[in-house]
C-alpha cells in the first residue's frame, strides 16, 4: 500500500458494529468486565482507549515502524522519550533543537542526572567525535526550527548505533509524508501533531513511533506509568487529518517553495532559509532523504524594527507561535519561541533579532505572495 492509501485506511477500518465510516470516539474513563479477571482487553483509558489505538496504529503504517504512542503535547511525548533513559546517561542532541526541548533538558531532566551536549549535527563527523563513552541517545531535528539545517539521519543512526546509543529524530517540521527516519535507520521518531499531523491549528497533541519492539514495550510502560496522555478527542481529530496529510504537505511544499524562490529576489530581505533553494547548504541531503521540503522558511530582515514593521502589515500571515495549519502564520523567534535559548548560543545560531519564520499554509499562492510584498 502506498503513503495516502494506509494514512486514509490503516487504523480506519469501518465499525464493526455500526458501520460508521469513521472511527468512533470512545469517550470513556473505563470499561465494563464480565467478572472479576475477565474482561475484552481494555480496562482503564489511561492505558487504553480505542480511538487513540486507532490513530497510534495510522501513524505506526505511515511512518513505518512496529508502534506508536499518543501523548498530551510534543513535549510530552519527547519527555516520555528521553525517559527511555537512566541517571548518568548523556544525551548528543542539536544545537538549534527547538526551544521547549532544550528547556527540558537544561532545567528539568539535567536534574536527574543525565547530562546534555548540544552540538551542530550539519556535520557528521563533529557527531562522532561528540560520543563520550555514556552516550546512550543521539537525539537530532531536521529540518531545524527555525534555522531549517539539515543532518543526516541515516549516517547519525549508524554512529549511534555502533554507540550503542538510541537514535532519535524529531519529524515534527516534515511530517511522515515528507521524511520518514525509520527508513533510514532511525530507532526513534517523535512529532509535535500539533503541527502538520493535525494540521488546522485546534489541538495540542503529540506522538513516538520506533521500529524496534523491545523500545515499543518500554514506551508503553511509560505512556501508562506517567500517564501523560491525550484525550480521545485530540487522537480523533489526528486521525481526521491523517487523511488529507498528503495533500496538504504537497501543497505547503508547492507554496513554500515558490514564496522562497521570490523571497531570495527581493532587496529588501537579507537572507532566506529553505531547503528548497538551490543556496541552501545541505539541498542535495535534503533532496535524498525527503520526499520535498515542506512549508517552513526563516527569512532574516536584518533588524528588530524591520521585523516589527513588516510583521505588522502582514494581513493574511497571521502573527503567531506555532506552525503547520492550513492557514499561514508568522513568529519572531527572538522574542516567541526561542526566548529560553541563550543569547550567545542564539547568535552563533543566526537566530538574530531580524529573523522572522513563516508558515507557509495552503491558501492562493498569489494572494499569499502579494501579502508578502506589501508588507515588504
Ligand atoms: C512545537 C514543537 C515541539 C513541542 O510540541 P508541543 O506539541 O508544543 O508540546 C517539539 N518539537 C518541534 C520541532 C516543535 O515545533
Keep these: 500500500m502506498k503513503f495516502s492509501t494506509k494514512a486514509i485506511h490503516v487504523g480506519q477500518e469501518p465499525d464493526e458494529q455500526t458501520g460508521a465510516v469513521t472511527v468512533p470516539l470512545y469517550q470513556t474513563s473505563t470499561y465494563a468486565q464480565e467478572e472479576i479477571g475477565k474482561h475484552k482487553g481494555w480496562e482503564y483509558a489511561r492505558t487504553q482507549n480505542p480511538t487513540r489505538s486507532r490513530w497510534e496504529q495510522c501513524l505506526t503504517s505511515m511512518e513505518g515502524g512496529v508502534a506508536s504512542f499518543a501523548f498530551a503535547s510534543g513535549m510530552a511525548a519527547i519527555d516520555a522519550t528521553l525517559r527511555l533513559l537512566s541517571s548518568g546517561d548523556h544525551v548528543l542532541m542539536a544545537e538549534d533543537m527547538y526551544g521547549g526541548t532544550f ?25 562522532e567525535s561528540s560520543v563520550l563513552p555514556n552516550t546512550r541517545m ?43 527516519p525509520l527508513e533510514l535507520g532511525a530507532d526513534v521518531v517523535v512529532h509535535s501533531a500539533t503541527k502538520y ?29 506517567a500517564g501523560a496522555v491525550p484525550g480521545p478527542f485530540e487522537c480523533w481529530l489526528c486521525l481526521r487529518s491523517a ?16 514564496i522562497a524562490a521570490w523571497l531570495e529576489q527581493h532587496p529588501g530581505v537579507i537572507k532566506v532559509y529553505y531547503p528548497g533553494l538551490h543556496s541552501h547548504p545541505q539541498h542535495e541531503l535534503a533532496k535524498q532523504q525527503m520526499n ?10 536584518g533588524s528588530m524594527e524591520r521585523a516589527v514593521e513588516v ?23 527572538v522574542t516567541m519561541t ?31 505572495i502579494t501579502d508578502l510584498a506589501e508588507a515588504l
Design 243 to 258: 487523511k488529507t496529510l498528503h495533500v496538504r504537505m504537497d501543497r505547503h511544499s508547492e507554496n513554500a517553495l515558490r
Design 138 to 180: 543521539i537525539f537530532t531535528e531536521t529540518p531545524t526550527n527555525p534555522m531549517m539545517s539539515i543532518s543526516d539521519i541515516g549516517a547519525i543512526s549508524e554512529i549511534a548505533r555502533k554507540a550503542g546509543a538510541f537514535s532519535v529524530v524529531d519529524n515534527t517540521f516534515a511530517s511522515p509524508y515528507l521524511q520518514r
Design 103 to 127: 528547556r527540558l533538558a537544561e532545567r528539568v531532566l539535567s536534574r536527574f542526572g543525565l547530562t546534555f551536549s548540544y552540538i551542530d549535527m550539519r556535520d557528521v563527523g563533529n557527531v
Design 338 to 368: 526561542h526566548g529560553s535559548v541563550p543569547l550567545e548560543q542564539r547568535l552563533r545560531l543566526g537566530i538574530t533579532d531580524g529573523l522572522i519564520r513563516l508558515s507557509v499554509g495552503i491558501e492562493d499562492i498569489d494572494d499569499l
Design 292 to 301: 520535498g521540503f515542506g512549508g517552513m522558511i526563516s527569512i532574516d530582515l
Design 197 to 225: 499531523l493535525g494540521g488546522h491549528s485546534d489541538l495540542v497533541h503529540g506522538i513516538v513511533a520506533t521500529r524496534h519492539h523491545h523500545i515499543a514495550d518500554q514506551l508503553k510502560f511509560l505512556q501508562n506509568a
Design 311 to 333: 510583521t505588522k502589515k502582514l494581513k493574511i500571515f497571521c502573527l503567531a507561535e506555532s506552525l503547520g495549519g492550513a492557514e499561514s502564520l508568522v513568529c519572531h523567534p
